[in-house]
């Protein structure tokens, strides 16, 4: 308890005092105060993005450290009103945004969302320690003697956790169990055996050990506690995962920082995936005779597109050239980003494609790492997954999905002109706060931005076939929004999700399957693809409007990823206003 008194003292400083005339620091050195006391509030999530200064500590979730947390976070919000907006630069203004946006988005998860009544999944620490286990930023006696120290706070943890969990989901409380059960074995043989190995003496190896064994058993507690005396009372009465339209409209607000209510986003999705459908089988009825000339066409549209689509994704390569193949692409994509005059990619900093590292093996894919906010000199990576451990039809099955077609608008989403790009930009406008709290609707809406542009100035030579794939894979995109927002606000049951996803979405039953299962464990999230991606081409249709023959694209991408990661909202606010008018306000 007495840092967080600390802190509160400390924040309160700032904000005290007389005001305006003596703001007593400029705005950069608040926010490196600022994010080391976070850091201190929230030493799990330090560890996450590479600050281990905090490893050992582990904030037990009871009442009183959440009202701390709620004085921690307002006493922080009154000192962001000592800044004079109209003098920070837009760097500055947009971090400002964000951290307020942090602050009053924890209080409103602690006070009105109330995920630590009933979501019994929101404890646990096998991320924290696997990161302890795994790292090497720090000599294996050092992160192991913080794990120590960790391990022995982690009673009272849990026996807060038990002391708030009042009618849980059901649907959290499994997912809770299970993944309780994945973090005790972080605590297994190789742990042990990693001890052995240390260089620590006699003792400390005992008591570590010790640790170890009351760790176990902390967590063994609390599974049979969910087992025992929580899954037994969850009946028909049981709350709903379904979040409801009220807590829905507040955390796509907190989550997305839209223009638009999650509401208007809905009905903007619908509208869009009617629009994909006419122009699919707009396609599909232009391109039916090269492919099935003795074939009439199905009267049902839907079935019609389905078999097109079936077929051109028997075009892709073998499993044995996936790697090599994506990695040949990566220069294509550079080249055509250049000779199209796209956006500026710095050749200082080429993608690096490597296979997928073995500890986060087990989904094929691929996936971009970048380094930490606290890594500056890490490489990042163009993660490939293997297909070695699948068998012929799995690796068949996959291979449809990421077919010719596909696999090029993946590398377009993940690499170049996508998430790589972004992220090259992002660290050229430094921000801790941007990479710590970079707005995902934003650094996903890019993504999947780039993908339409790309087509549009004639990637994959205008063709027919990869316009269809593509309005198939932005069809996803609409229909993870219209999912998430049926689901929570409009009552949508399993089948009908399945209905949207296989039949009018054209996706394949075990993946239809797991995007249900994720939809009801999360909220929101599946909504931010769409929204960002919506908002940036609105913001291009302003901005043409607005400057006519003056606009320029490769401008309009260089200016809009100089902000960061940050909300499309507010770099639309900043990119809008003319140069020497600042906005004042967020809201
Ligand atoms: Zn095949
Ligand atoms: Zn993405």
Redesign the pocket.
């Known amino acids: 308890m007495r840092y967080f008194l600390f802190l509160i003292a400390t924040a309160l400083l700032i904000s005290c005092g007389d005001k305006k005339q003596q703001v007593p620091l400029d705005f950069k050195s608040f926010e490196d105060r600022f994010i080391l006391e976070f850091w201190k509030q929230n030493p799990g999530w330090a560890s996450y993005v590479g600050f281990h200064e905090y490893d050992s500590l582990l904030t037990a979730p009871t009442e009183e450290n959440r009202l701390a947390e709620v004085a921690f976070c307002n006493a922080y919000l009154d000192s962001l009103k000592l800044f004079d907006e109209s003098k920070l630069s837009k760097t500055e203004l947009t971090d400002l945004m964000m951290i307020r946006d942090q602050l009053q988005s924890t209080i409103w998860y602690a006070e009105v969302f109330k995920g630590h009544e009933w979501d019994p999944s929101s404890y646990n620490v096998g991320g924290a320690f696997g990161i302890m286990i795994n790292g090497n930023y720090a000599p294996l006696d050092e992160r192991l003697r913080a794990m120590s120290s960790k391990m022995e706070k982690l009673d009272a943890y849990y026996a807060a956790a038990k002391a708030n969990i009042k009618n849980p989901t059901v649907q959290h409380t499994d997912l809770a169990i299970m993944q309780n059960g994945g973090a005790l074995e972080v605590f297994g043989a190789s742990l042990i055996d990693s001890v052995d190995a240390s260089g620590l003496d006699h003792s400390e190896k005992e008591n570590i050990l010790i640790n170890i064994e009351f760790a176990k058993m902390a967590i063994q507690d609390y599974i049979d506690f969910l087992e025992k005396e929580i899954k037994p009372t969850l009946d028909k009465n049981a709350r709903d995962f379904r979040i409801g339209k009220e807590l829905f409209e507040q955390k796509f607000k907190h989550e997305i920082v839209s223009s638009y209510s999650a509401e208007e986003i809905f009905g903007k999705a619908v509208a869009a995936k009617s629009e994909l459908h006419g122009k699919m089988f707009g396609i599909t009825q232009e391109l039916w005779p090269t492919y099935f000339p003795k074939e009439r066409m199905p009267a049902d549209t839907l079935k019609a597109v389905r078999k097109m689509i079936d077929l051109l994704s028997?075009q892709?390569c073998h499993r044995d050239s996936f790697q090599s193949t994506i990695e040949a692409q990566i220069p294509e994509l550079t080249a055509f980003v250049k000779n199209k005059d796209l956006l500026y990619l710095d050749p200082e900093k080429p993608l690096v494609v490597r296979k997928e590292p073995a500890y986060m093996a087990g989904v094929a894919g691929a996936s971009i790492s970048a380094p930490g906010p606290y890594d500056k000199y890490g490489d990042t990576y163009y993660n490939v997954g293997s297909l070695a451990n699948y068998t012929d039809p799995e690796a068949?099955s996959y291979?449809?999905e990421y077919n010719k077609y596909i696999l090029q608008i993946l590398n377009i989403h993940e690499a170049i002109p996508g998430h790589y790009a972004q992220l090259v930009y992002a660290n050229q406008a430094p921000s801790l706060v941007k990479s710590i709290f970079g707005n995902g609707a934003m650094i996903e809406g890019w993504a999947v931005y780039t993908e339409r542009m790309m087509l549009e100035e004639g990637y994959g030579n205008n063709s027919q076939e990869m316009w269809l794939m593509y309005f198939k894979w932005n069809l996803r995109t609409v229909c993870n929004t219209i999912l998430d927002y049926s689901i929570h606000v409009n009552g949508m049951t399993e089948q009908q999700a399945l209905d949207l996803m296989v039949n009018q979405a054209f996706q394949q039953e075990a993946e239809a399957k797991g995007k249900w299962r994720r939809a009801t464990l999360s909220q929101v999230q599946l909504c931010s693809y769409f929204t960002g991606f919506y908002e940036i081409m609105q913001l291009r249709d302003e901005l043409k409007a607005q400057k006519g023959e003056g606009f320029n694209l490769k401008a309009f991408h260089e200016e809009f990823l100089s902000f960061g990661s940050a909300p499309v909202k507010y770099v639309r606010e900043l990119m809008l206003e003319s140069s020497d008018q600042r906005i004042a306000k967020s809201e």
């Open positions: 028997l892709h068949e291979l449809r």
